[in-house]
């Protein structure tokens, strides 16, 4: 006999990363990396993943030129580098990452895609990702829930 009170959960985001991405408009630049970088694939694979999005905004952080330079084929190395930087393996909630910090006795290390090294903390209410370079950047929107993984958004650039 049929069971009628299962439903599909509307809950559970049809949209995979890459996606959602390419239909945010503060998240192009991103968009642009990534397809110059040939990601487009690996973000669009099962995962799961949780990406740390930097938005148009935090790309223009960076010295005038570089995002230009970055997206040219000789830099694609470089490029998938710093992107893959953003990405971490399995999917990380705001709550997983508060949980980790709390843990760490107020910090979390997660290990990024590139095999490199970030740092989370807390700040007030908000949780600050320092990259291999000392330089921080805050979560600014959390938990954009996708069918391979989660986004968080954030304000600057990271750099391994």
């Known amino acids: 006999m049929a069971d009628h009170h299962k439903m599909s959960n509307p809950s559970v985001p049809s949209k995979n990363i890459v996606e959602t991405a390419s239909a945010a ?20 694979s099962p995962g799961p993943f949780t990406v740390f999005a930097p938005t148009n905004a935090a790309f223009e952080k960076l010295p005038a030129g570089t995002v230009g330079t970055l997206v040219k084929p000789e830099n694609k190395a470089t490029l998938t580098k710093i992107l893959t930087y ?5 999917k990380l909630t705001a709550a997983d990452i508060v949980g980790a910090i709390q843990a760490g006795g107020g910090k979390a290390t997660l290990t990024t ?34 069918s391979n993984g989660v986004v968080h958004i ?3 650039v990271l750099l391994p």
């Open 25 to 44: 408009p503060n998240l192009s630049t991103l968009v642009a990396a990534v397809t110059a970088a040939g990601l487009v694939d690996t973000l669009a």
């Open 113 to 146: 895609v590139s095999g490199d090294k970030l740092t989370a903390r807390l700040s007030g209410n908000s949780v600050v990702i320092t990259d291999g370079k000392g330089g921080q950047s805050a979560v600014t929107t959390v938990d954009v829930m996708q």
């Open 154 to 156: 954030i304000d600057s």
């Open 86 to 90: 953003h990405v971490v393996a399995g």
